[in-house]
């Protein structure tokens, strides 16, 4: 699963760097640029149209990823922007990591548990049980044999 992932990533940044300015994809190694033309997924269709503008939402994560590296390692026009994106990435990491740890964090985790459990508690206490009443084994020989002849 990663691995197309990656390789759709590939795909959509090979299209992008095909139909960027040719000065600014030349500041991009060649190397690399002939290592996302061959990883690439051929089968993937991207969803970049040349004629629009591309939006976020249509493009996979990890592309935006590459994008941003490329941005930062190649693109850069001085110190000053690129310590200012590093900044910014490091601020959007701080970010992601508290909504995780929000998210995940082990006592919120057993809260909800004991929340849980005292619905699971009112619940069981409103709820009767259902008497089964089990067939005698001569009751169910005589209905199979019943059923049998019927057929």
Known sequence: M????IARAYSEVDAILEKMDKANVEKIPI???KMFKEE???EYQNKIDIYNKVQKKELEPKTLTLLAMLYLNYWCENDEEENSLIKQYAENDRKSEEETREKYNPDNLFKNKEKNKEQI???S??????I?????????IFNFVKN????
């Open 121 to 123: 508690a009112n619940n």
């Open 31 to 33: 190397k690399l640029r």
């Open 125 to 130: 206490t409103e709820t009767s049980l259902i």
């Open 132 to 140: 089964v009443e089990k067939e005698k084994w001569y009751k169910k």
């Open 2 to 5: 990663e691995q197309t992932n």
């Open 40 to 42: 690439k997924d051929v």
């Open 148 to 151: 049998f002849i019927k057929k």
